[in-house]
């Protein structure tokens, strides 16, 4: 990536995701990590030494000055401190889900498009090569149904979100982003502790296709998978280990003798080996640069909040 300018970032928050984003934001070329801002001193005094960086509990001094903001604080803060951004910068990168609720949500697409900020909802399996693969399958090769499967225990530390925001937002971003629009949603979930611990969603698209999404933090097995059924082929992902396999539909031939054979074709899909938040970040730098860039923006964060209040109205 070579820019003409350096891009001034300042990333509010500090937790496991934050800490990444650090590390990444480190590592590229023509930026400059203008403050890191958390309330938690100790830790952001720990990485402030580390990096080498400037930080700040006060997230104004953080933002006066930047070119752009990344916000990785809590969910319950994404709203309020987009808002306070807006005031200095006019690129955003915001963490999944765009904001705690659907009406949050669209105040921040509206003051996005009164000030004319660029904005980049964390969407990061977008840039998984394997799903960047599978979209181009099935560009190829029409998808009839999408089945995707994400479960981990471990988020469950997540406790000011359900798994509907935490991890099914991922796949319904996903569902969207192969198949298009969603015209009809059914859906059912499990409760643990007042949050959504465990949900299923059947989408009908208005291309046709369907789609199935299972999200669950009961489980200890963490599992990433899509599994496309196609008009040609069967397509089968896990999203952990970057891996893609297709399985061509079976032919039948006689041979001389008359008998049937049956053979079908199996092949596994070489994928570029890439870090997803590495392209992620690139992608919104150079955003913030006033390049032409394909990346999940305000509305795709707005889209998949949409259907996330639709099932949690449905479980409730």
Request: proline residues 0%; hydrophobic residues 35%; negative net charge.
């Given at each position: 990536m070579s820019l003409e300018q350096t891009i001034?970032?300042?990333l509010l928050g500090l937790g496991n995701m934050g800490r990444n984003h650090l590390r990444i934001l480190s590592m590229l070329k023509n930026i400059e990590i203008h403050y890191i801002f958390d309330v938690n001193?100790?830790?952001l005094n720990?990485?402030?030494?580390?990096?080498?960086?400037?930080?700040?509990?006060?997230i104004d001094v953080a933002l006066s000055g930047a070119d752009a903001a990344v916000i990785c604080s809590p969910t319950s803060l994404h709203y309020d401190h987009f808002i306070l951004a807006s005031k200095y910068v006019k690129s955003v990168f915001v963490e999944k889900p765009l904001a705690d609720s659907l009406e949050k949500a669209r105040k921040i697409k509206d003051v996005a498009e009164k000030e004319k900020i660029f904005v980049q909802t964390g969407f990061i399996e977008r840039f998984n090569p394997a799903v960047m693969e599978l979209k181009n399958i099935i560009s190829k090769d029409k998808a009839i149904n999408v089945d995707l499967t994400r479960t981990n225990k471990l988020s469950s530390r997540i406790?000011?979100?359900d798994v509907?925001?935490?991890l099914m937002i991922h796949d319904i971003d996903l569902a969207l982003y192969l198949n298009g629009p969603i015209s009809d949603v059914k859906a059912y979930g499990l409760k643990d502790?007042?949050?959504v611990a465990f949900a299923s969603a059947?989408?009908?698209?208005?291309n046709g296709a369907?789609?199935?999404?299972?999200a669950s933090r009961i489980t200890d097995k963490k599992i990433r998978s899509i599994q496309v059924t196609c008009e040609n082929s069967f397509v089968n992902s896990d999203l952990l280990r970057k891996e893609i396999s297709v399985s061509m539909q079976s032919q039948m031939k006689r041979d001389s003798n008359d008998a049937y054979i049956i053979s079908s074709i199996e092949h596994q899909v070489e994928l570029r080996p890439q870090e997803a938040l590495l392209v992620e970040l690139q992608s919104f730098i150079l955003g913030c640069a006033g390049k032409t860039v394909s990346v999940p923006g305000v509305d795709a964060g707005l889209d998949a909040l949409v259907v996330c209040d639709n099932i949690q109205r449905q479980i409730k």
């Open positions: 001034k970032v300042t001193e100790e830790t720990n990485l402030s030494a580390q990096y080498g960086v400037n930080s700040t509990t006060d406790t000011d979100v509907i925001l935490d502790n007042d949050l059947f989408f009908i698209h208005e369907f789609s199935r999404v299972i």
